[in-house]
């Protein structure tokens, strides 16, 4: 409910025009198994999904992305578990990744922090409940800070939500006949691949040492 009440007051201009996107993720995951012995553990298996939110509530495709990614001293890991990216979107947009899957302590929740800035205002999510918008007055056009105002993001209402929101929906797309069909899906693979283009051009960036193009 969260995510989405978010995207639909986004996508009706309640920052203005988009500007700035940025999210942290910090977990402190011991899974065991293959994704302690994978090369670039959270970009890999984790940060898609992060992604995926940043393509949404920006309405905006990857260009290029700078992408660090190092494993500290006490990681559990193999491969690098912490990461900070710097994506280039179209219409002028940069997206910040920061996160870490062996971060222990003041941990976010899985949909990650997240800062979003347009032209009118700025909205910060803690991926929960907690949500909180600022705008600047109409009117204003001298002073070195603006007046602002606190603006209450509406919450939508969702009968099923997550895993089962996206199950449903899916079946429902199928069931009314798929492409052809009276019902859309929510993540359909010709958009979904620019995310996992996203990935991928980051862990390229990440073991090259160099700003690299996302291409799909």
């Not at 393509?55 to 500290?72: F, K």
Request: hydrophobic share 40%; proline share 3%; charged share 20%.
């Amino acid at each position: 409910v969260g995510f989405k009440s978010l995207e639909q007051f986004v996508a009706k201009g309640g920052l203005g025009e988009g500007a700035e996107l940025h999210s942290d993720f910090y977990i402190g995951a011991h899974f065991g198994g293959f994704r302690d012995a994978m090369a670039h553990p959270l970009v890999l298996d984790m940060a898609i999904h992060t992604f995926d939110n940043t393509r949404q509530l920006s309405g905006a495709d990857p260009v290029s992305v700078y992408c660090h990614t190092w494993n500290p001293k006490h990681s559990w890991y193999d491969g690098d578990a912490g990461a900070v990216a710097i994506f280039e979107m179209t219409d002028g947009i940069v997206y910040t990744y920061r996160g870490s899957w062996c971060n222990e302590g003041c941990e976010t929740t899985g949909e990650a922090d997240w800062r979003v800035g347009g032209s009118r205002g700025t909205l910060t999510w803690d991926g929960a409940d907690a949500m909180h918008c600022e705008v600047v007055k109409p009117g204003q056009t001298e002073g070195f800070s603006r007046e602002l105002e606190t603006v209450e993001v509406p919450r939508i209402a969702m009968t099923n939500e997550g895993h089962e929101y996206l199950i449903r929906q899916f079946a429902e797309h199928v069931l009314s006949g798929g492409a052809s069909g009276a019902v859309p899906v929510e993540c359909p693979y010709d958009d979904n691949i620019k995310s996992l283009a996203m990935v991928v051009a980051a862990v390229e960036s990440a073991d090259a040492g160099r700003k690299v193009n996302v291409v799909w």
